[in-house]
């Protein structure tokens, strides 16, 4: 079957196309956006291809009024999606964390670019703090998944709206421009793939004979908002229980393994490969959910290994993450390249390479 | 509160609209909101429209306007209820929206979302109150505080020169093509409240023809944030709020077709 046949799922495409067009097959009621570098083609993708689909499109005025679209659609029990990239993503956190107070579900994509401020439109890492620390004020977690692939871009999509709807909960895909821009192979998800179910909690009209809904974050009593708060730490403890994912490669006889995400992961792929070829057992974790972060494989890994190099688009935050788990168990190295910039394969395998040559020195 | 009734023997010809809870209105005494809350659900009484009704609360002393109105609500981030009263009718188009907004909130913090809303001509009723001070947060400046007004963040009077004039926002709203009907209105004498009740029904019938926009501002009192009684704040509310923001339609569906 030809790639270019528009009915085959199979299709050479952008990561924003295929993020785009799997939300629509993953029965998208409602996205709500605003044009942001690099990432504008999601909305232009939806805006083509709407007239297709039973979903609202809508552009608004800021990342601030569709955030807050967003809440009243998915208050309203629609499936909804938002996308934007650092800036606009800043703007928003003021309505993700309502909506995380509220529990309303959504899925919002972060096609990150370098910062701080107005930064670059070139890929990064940089926004890793924010998206798993909560973002905005309060006390509260995203469900965040980092693709790789522009398979998973679009495979996370529909796992992504399963997840806000199970937990009630905003999830992100956190993922970069490159992976926004680039184009590869993938299988769309089949149109319909993920049932809609009755939110029994949405304000679609008071029932004749049933109680009313009411969305809202507001609880004045310390006492009720603290039990608010409770039962939101007890969601994020299931997710830490129920949805922690990984990858990891040649980890089994790896004296030195790296630890990255999303497109760095992939990266890393190819210095294991080189490392492998010069005689260095290098293995690779790739956390797929940055939160929940799979904490355990790692403190494992860690009592295996001789180190642990974390690299990252970034100056260094899942490296945090790391460090936590690992509680000392072996070194923790980091590598990062920031504002834009994207480490290559060899200056990841120099980092390895040095890390060994000082155990060496150190052992004689 | 259990009250004995007085009603054994005599016919009940003025109650409670059923779209109102039980719940006792924590608003202070004379203050416009309780009467704009009982006009809005007594619309939606009458209409039958309980089921098919969603309000949006605001941030600012209406915040918990929920607990009043006896309908599915949302409660918005403060600027932001026409902005989820949009995302809610975008997705339920069948039923009738609203959002219930004070002077901060829809005239300072969501200026933007109130001007693109209406400019989108949502089809939702957006229901303005405009006392010209920050009520909730203890009597600050509003954007539409007047000239001279003394609030706790303009203390010598607002002084036009650094802080502006008053915002006549909804003389703006009224310039937009997705405005269907934009009026302003008061609460404070019962020929008032009347005029309003009329304002109210048609601003519904009109969303149920899916006409855009409608947009209600209510010249309101704060007997509170004023430091006034409330039969001064009603006398000051007239002599004072009125020749800034004077009542009447700022337009009609006639002009709207024009």
Known sequence: MSTHDEKSDVRIMKGNEALAEAAFRAGMQAYFGYPITPQSEVIEYLMEEQPNYDCVVLQAESELGSINMVFGAAGAG?????????????LMQEGISYMASAQLPCLIANIQRGGPGLGTIQPSQGDYFQATKGGGHGDYRLLVLAPASVQEMADFVVEGFRLAEKYRNPVMILTDGALGQMMEKLELPKAGC?????????TTGKPADGERRIITSLFMQPEKMEEVNLLLQKKYQQMEAEEVRYEEHEVEDADVILVAFGLVARICQKTMELARKKGLRVGILRPITLF???SKRLAELASKVDAILTVEMNAGQMLEDVKLAVEGRCPVHFKGRMGGMIPSPDEVLEAVEAIVEHKV???R | MDIPPLTNGFEIVYKKPQTLTETPMHYCPGCGHGVVHRVLMEVVDE?????KTIGVAPVGCSVFAYDYMNIDMQEAAHGRASAVATGIKRVLPDRFVFSYQGDGDLAAIGTAETI???NRGENILMVFINNAVYGMTGGQMAPTTLDGMKTTTSPFGRDPKSAG????????????????????????????VRKLKKAVQAAFQYQKLNKGTCFIEVVSNCPSGWKMTPAESNKWLEENMFPIFPLGDLKTPAQTMN
């Open chain 2, 47 to 51: 209409m039958g429209i309980q089921d």
């Open chain 2, 165 to 192: 004039h008053p915002l006549k926002i909804t003389n703006l709203i009224a310039q937009l093509p997705g405005a269907y009907y934009v009026t302003r209105q008061a609460a404070h004498t019962a020929a008032s």
């Open chain 1, 194 to 202: 993920l049932p809609h179910t009755v939110m029994p909690w949405a």
């Open chain 1, 292 to 294: 929940p972060f799979p």
């Open chain 2, 116 to 118: 693109h809303v209406v």
């Open chain 1, 78 to 90: 629609a499936r909804v999606m938002i996308s934007s990239s650092g800036p606009g993503i800043s």
């Open chain 1, 361 to 363: 020195e150190m052992e």
